[in-house]
C-alpha cells in the first residue's frame, strides 16, 4: 500500500517527522516482531535483521520504478517529470547510528519466536535495568552504570557471576 504511487510523493516527503512517522510504522512492526520494546533504538534492529528504515526502501524501490517507466517518444514535448530526478540517497549506514557497546556481529534471527525474543531481549540489554544502581529510566549504559550485586560496571556484556550462584 505505501508503494501506490511512491515515486510521486516520496521525493516531496521532507519534513523529518513526516519521514520518521513512516520509519515508525515498520519499526514498531519489527519491534513487536522481536519481542523489543518501543525504546529500543531502530537503527540496531536494521543492522541486525540486514532492513532499512521504510522511508529508504520506498525511496529506492521508487527511483527503480521510475527508470522503468517509458513514455512515447516526444510525448513530454521536453518537459521533465519533476520525480524523475530526484537524488538518490546516501547508503543507509545504520552502524554509524549505533551505540557503541553494540556488538557488530552478525545474529541469527530464529523462527522460534521464544528463541527469538530471548536472544533479541538479550543484545538490546533489555534487562539491564534490573541490576543497574541507576534508577532513573536509561537506554544507554554510562560510566554511573554499577551491578547492584557486584559494583562492577554493569557493561552491556556483563553477566554477574553473583547472581548465578545464588
Ligand atoms: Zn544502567
Ligand atoms: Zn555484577
Known sequence: MFMYCAPIWSVKLEAKNSIEMLNAVFNSYMKRYLGLPKYAHG????????????????????????????????????????????????PYQPEIEMDQDFPRKSVYISRNRRFRMRCFRELFNIDHFKSCQVVKFHTRVTYDCKCIYCGQHATRSHTCTLTTMQ
Open 43 to 90: 537503527a540496531a534492529i536494521h543492522y541486525y535483521c540486514r532492513t532499512w528504515p521504510l522511508y529508504y526502501a520506498v525511496r529506492y524501490l521508487a527511483s527503480e520504478a521510475v527508470t522503468k517507466l517509458s513514455f512515447p517518444p516526444n510525448s513530454l514535448n521536453g518537459h521533465q517529470l519533476s520525480f524523475a530526478n530526484a537524488t538518490p540517497l546516501p
